[in-house]
């Protein structure tokens, strides 16, 4: 009986860390297809160097930049006091559900739902530096 018990914690032990595993696992992105998906960013983010902010801050340089930091953007308190540094780790939720990262944030986007098109958009984020 005690062993079928703890058989039975193990097992749920493994099947609540899946989502887990399956939110952290991001397959490699492609840049030149992130470049692509960007493009229905680009209504409200600009990728030039200096560039201005629009609806949202210009994300060139963005990658490994601490959130609500850059200078002539109005941030959400949330996204200031947030703490993340932008990273695979979390842009990737990010990416799939801005307010469920950030409760509070400014970001108004459903997400993308697909763990390889949220990969290919960090691929091309990455490069903007």
Known sequence: MVATLRGLVLLFAFMFSLPALAQSALPAG???????????????????????????????????????????????????????????ATLNPWLTNPSALVPGTKMAFVGLASPSLRADVIAYLKTLK
């Open 30 to 88: 492609n840049a030149g297809t992130g470049k692509l998906v960007f493009l229905q960013c680009q209504a409200c983010h600009d990728v030039q160097p200096g560039g201005p902010a629009l609806v949202g801050p210009d994300l060139f340089g963005v990658y490994g930049r601490k959130a609500g930091t850059l200078p002539g953007y109005v941030y959400s308190t949330a996204l200031k006091n947030s703490g993340i540094v932008w990273t695979a």
